[in-house]
């Protein structure tokens, strides 16, 4: 989902697109080796029948989207005219256009919004001020396993803005259901929650993303995107190709790909029309379409996860490295899902805590990319992990890769070996992400 990251409580977060527990579809789409993915597998013509289209599926086609099945959608891979590695270097250089419409947004409110949501994530939205938000994950209750992880943005004190992955929709809104039921059981005050599925969402992303959306904006609540500093949210207005003014669009400055961009939240009637005004808006030297192909690379140069390879419902936040989205008095005062299983886990086993046995890491692997399920072995060749994500990385030229290594080999600068195709592979480990951020924080961001 996965891919705005503010400050919720005292933790720093990012983005991400990027809600017996049923278990996501993490259907992947098999591309081609240049394209450095492992999420991908073409569908023949009478499964792709059964696949939902976004909104801008005919626009996709048109510009000769090479469209695949992902997350139960048919979603652009790339485009006739540019390889995978090209847009993923266009995207770092310039912008390109994504259309994300395939996840879940939700709408989130009343007197009891906060408390719901803080019941079922660990995140401090106390914290958090009005039109900030940042990554979460929602959590089981007993076993404190991600479920999904999730963008909560807070409109005002009592409206809360959702975002979850399209792949686990249907475990998603079973359970939401499920938990608001509970919650009101208990006593909980009351919560309005609604699935805004009339809602498409574009995501904006590289350094020319500002000067772009800029040019396309009639009226907005603030007076420059310069003052709309990364994580942060607000409404604006486009002057749409037959002269009228759009509906107020949700903007959040951020995204699933490390680079400065927006996601742009739009009604279904009018996503096209916006969409091309914005192509319009800029040369192709500026902004072109982008698909699934070089999102995959982007976001995994950045670090970022994506559900149901890099986390699931078995690992928890503390095994997954994002114990930082537990807010400062969510550690003190626990009461929320899973917390007696992971706040012992944030105290390591050195000081006297139950600390983790596995953490997920980075590494860079010679010779040949270290695909999803390859394992990790020490120097006398025991296993002691295995690969989530893995790729070849255009922007470094090395090959990438994030998995799950044993606790103690998992301290940046430790080599090891991976097994590729019954190879052994000289792999190091290393911090994420692999390629610095470039996220708008204001006048001193670089």
Not at 19 to 37: I, K, M, N
Not at 288 to 301: F, H, N, P, T, V
């Amino acid at each position: 989902m996965k891919r705005v990251g503010a400050q919720i409580g005292s933790t720093r977060s990012v983005l991400t697109n990027c809600f017996a527990p049923p278990t996501c579809s993490t259907q992947h789409l098999r591309v081609p080796r240049a394209c450095f993915s492992t999420t991908t597998v073409a569908l023949a013509v009478n499964e792709q029948k059964s696949l939902a289209k976004t909104p801008l599926y005919d626009l996709h086609v048109s510009h000769g989207g090479n469209m695949v099945g992902f997350g139960g959608y048919l979603m652009p891979l790339q485009y006739s005219g540019q390889s995978i590695i090209a847009s993923h270097h266009f995207t770092r250089q310039n912008a390109s256009l994504f259309d994300v419409s395939h996840m879940v947004q939700h709408s989130i409110t009343g007197p009891g919004a906060r408390g719901f949501l803080e019941r079922i994530t660990p995140s401090d939205l106390n914290e958090l001020p009005s039109r900030a938000g940042g990554l979460s994950v929602l959590l089981w209750p007993k076993t404190g396993g991600i479920v999904d992880d999730t963008i909560i943005t807070r409109l005002d004190s009592e409206s809360f803005y959702v975002v979850t992955n399209a792949g686990c929709r249907q475990k998603d809104l079973e359970y939401l259901s499920n938990e608001l039921n509970a919650y009101q059981r208990s006593g909980g005050n009351e919560v309005k929650w609604n699935v805004l599925d009339k809602r498409g969402l574009v995501a904006l992303q590289g350094p020319l993303s500002e000067e772009i959306l800029s040019n396309v904006i009639v009226s907005a609540e603030i007076t420059s995107l310069k003052d709309l500093y990364f994580a942060q949210t607000t409404y604006i207005k486009i002057r749409l190709a037959n002269g009228t003014t759009s509906e107020p669009l949700l903007v959040s400055r951020g995204g699933y790909t490390g680079e400065d961009g927006f996601e742009i939240s739009i009604p279904h009637e009018e996503i096209v029309d916006v969409t091309e005004v914005l192509l319009k808006s800029a040369t192709p030297d500026k902004l072109q379409l982008a698909g699934l192909g070089a999102r995959d690379s982007l976001r995994l140069e950045a670090g970022m996860c994506l559900y149901g390879h890099d986390l699931d419902d078995k690992t928890t936040p503390v095994e997954a490295g994002l114990s930082w989205v537990i807010g400062k008095t969510r550690r003190l005062n626990g009461n929320f899902h899973g917390a007696d299983v992971i706040l012992p886990q944030l105290v390591p086993r050195s000081k006297g805590g139950l600390g983790v046995s596995r953490r997920r890491i980075g590494m860079i692997v010679e010779g040949t990319p270290a695909r999803e399920g390859a394992k990790i072995i020490d120097i006398d060749g025991t296993e002691i992990g295995n690969v989530t994500s893995g790729c070849p990385s255009p922007s470094l030229g090395k090959n990438i890769c994030m998995g799950y290594i044993k606790d103690g080999f998992h301290r940046s600068g430790t080599q090891v070996q991976v097994l590729v195709r019954g190879k052994k592979r000289e792999a190091q480990v290393t911090k994420m992400p692999f390629l610095p951020t470039k996220y708008w924080k204001g006048p001193t961001s670089t």
